[in-house]
Structure formats: C-alpha cells, structure tokens
Nanobody, 116 residues
C-alpha cells in the first residue's frame, strides 16, 4: 500500500494563493490517476483535480483557470497550485490515488481556510 501525505494547507485571505503538496511513499507512476479531492463542512467529498499516469489532467468546472495540478516524478510528489481563492474553497483537501486492481488510497487531509 502506497502512503500519501499532504502538506501546505493553512489560512489565506480571499484572492490569495496556496500550494498543496502530496508526497507518495512509492512511485506516483504506480497510480492509474492521482490528485485532489475536497470536503467542506456538511458537504460531500468532491473532485478538485487529477492527473493520469499518461499526464492527462481533469479539473472540476469551478476550479478550471484557478487551480493547477502538476507532478514531480523524481520526488514522487503531486502539487495543487490554488490561485484566486474564495471563501467557498474552504475545505479539507485530500490527496488520493487509484492503484490498478485496488481501491482508491487517501491521505489524511490538509485544511484550507479562506477568510479575511
């Protein structure tokens, strides 16, 4: 089982930026896809952005143009650059990866709070 560890969350003002990191204990190429989901209080967990092994990216419509997912293969790390943050982006952000013939793996989550 590959372990995923998120970092980079915190408190930011509306319009600000944050970069989240997800470090995998093994090769990120082990995953069919790896990326970010989020869960706000009282809401269901939702997709933010993912990247496939082949490098294709997928974003939720509300994040397109504001969030960018990238990966550093040598560091086995996936990043989420978040710009123009809004209060409604406040949530726990989870890193998640899908291994072949297995269930999705999840990190412990990192809190992002957008507030003035």
């Amino acid at each position: 089982q590959v372990r995923l560890v998120e970092s980079g969350g915190g408190l930011v003002q509306p319009g600000g930026s944050l970069r989240l990191s997800c470090a995998a204990s093994g090769s990120i190429f082990s995953f069919n896809d790896i990326g970010w989901y989020r869960q706000a209080p009282g809401k269901q967990r939702e997709l933010v952005a993912t990247v496939t092994r082949e490098g294709s990216t997928n974003y939720a419509d509300s994040m397109k143009g504001r969030f960018t997912i990238t990966r550093d293969n040598a560091k086995n790390t996936v990043y989420l650059q978040m710009n123009s943050l809004k209060p409604e982006d406040t949530a726990v952000y989870y890193c998640s990866g899908l291994l072949p013939f297995s269930s999705r793996s999840w990190g412990q989550g990192t809190q992002v709070t957008v507030s003035s």
